[in-house]
């Protein structure tokens, strides 16, 4: 009986351990598949197969900034869900029915000699020909579907003076997508749709995406901010010190027209845009701020992004 006992607490140690062994594997061979396609540092902080279902869940991937840049993160995504046909492995092929990508952030990066992260990843800057050799020499791949939750895009450029302006564009978008035939293509699509989506124009990575051929699924998709001048956040922390940090993200950000500490109020001019940044007490400890922008008299949503940006970094 003891021997029996033995034997199964055995057995399920070793299965756990090969587990373990299978997943951290996977988690890495993820991890330098991506940056062999980008270029660019990559992390997969957890991963989870389960064979029954035929499927895979990754959680917190983190692309970074390529050399040249600052150590940001470029992309964060924090959740991938995929249903696989294992069987497909056995022609030397890999076969997605479904990969489901929620896409937190987006950064780019313009360096101070002009440069964009974006534009400098291996997928954006590789030659076709080039692109199309390395991919006859790899495994076949085939994904039907693909659905991006994207967040927000935060633009930093250096090239402007000592402080980088600050741009947030918050997205809050789904689109899906379908025939992706190469992890290049999958690369391309995950870092150009959010940037198209903010609206951002001219870069060389959307050359890369327009090559991939897929075709986007009809959804019904709408920005948070279209039609708004303002971002609203609310922090934990006093009014005092949420006036201070503010006034601090301001003069770094641009230059102050106006300050009334005991009404809560700013006025500064950001990147050519009228800002307005106001508090509003919620208690003791909690205050609301409400951060509007204007140019010309239309609204720059992210400007005012950009500017709580830099004020909820200094209050975390």
């Given at each position: 009986m003891r021997k029996k006992v033995q034997v199964i607490i055995l057995a399920v140690?070793?299965?756990?351990?090969f587990c373990l062994a299978r997943d951290f594997l996977i988690k890495s061979l993820v991890g330098s598949v991506a940056t062999g396609i980008t270029g660019a540092p990559t992390s997969v902080g957890g991963l989870s197969l389960s064979?029954?279902?035929q499927s895979v869940k990754i959680s917190n991937f983190k692309m970074y900034n390529p050399k040249g840049f600052p150590k940001d993160i470029l992309v964060n995504?924090?959740?991938m869900s995929i249903a696989c046909n294992f069987g497909a492995f056995i022609t030397g092929k890999i076969h997605l029915k479904?990969?489901?990508l929620e896409i937190k952030d987006i950064g780019m990066v313009k360096n101070k000699e002009g440069k964009l992260n974006v534009d400098s990843l291996k997928v954006a800057t590789e030659k076709s020909g080039e692109r199309k050799k390395k991919s006859a020499n790899k495994l076949?791949?085939?994904i039907d579907i693909v659905s991006l939750s994207m967040g927000r895009v935060v633009s930093r450029d250096y090239s402007v003076g000592s402080q980088p302006v600050v741009?947030?564009?918050d997205i809050n978008l789904k689109k899906?997508?379908?025939n992706i035939s190469s992890a290049q293509q999958l690369a391309a699509l995950i870092i150009s749709e959010p940037l198209k989506a903010a609206g951002i124009q001219g870069l060389s990575v959307y050359g890369v995406s327009m090559l991939t051929g897929v075709a986007a699924l009809p959804v019904v998709a709408a920005f948070t901010f279209a039609g708004k001048d303002y971002a609203q956040e609310a922090f934990n922390v006093t009014m005092e010190k949420a006036y201070d940090a503010g006034l601090q993200a301001i003069k770094i950000a641009g230059k102050v027209t106006k300050e009334n500490k005991l009404s809560g109020v700013i006025s500064a001019e950001v990147?050519?845009?009228r800002v307005v940044f106001k508090l509003k007490k919620l208690s003791e400890k909690s205050t609301q701020v409400t951060i509007s922008a204007r140019k010309f008299g239309f609204p720059q949503p992210e400007i005012a992004l950009g500017v709580m940006y830099r004020l909820s970094r200094k209050l975390k």
């Open positions: 140690i070793f299965l756990f351990g064979i029954i279902s995504i924090p959740r479904y990969l489901e076949s791949m085939q741009k947030v564009y899906t997508y379908r990147s050519g845009a």
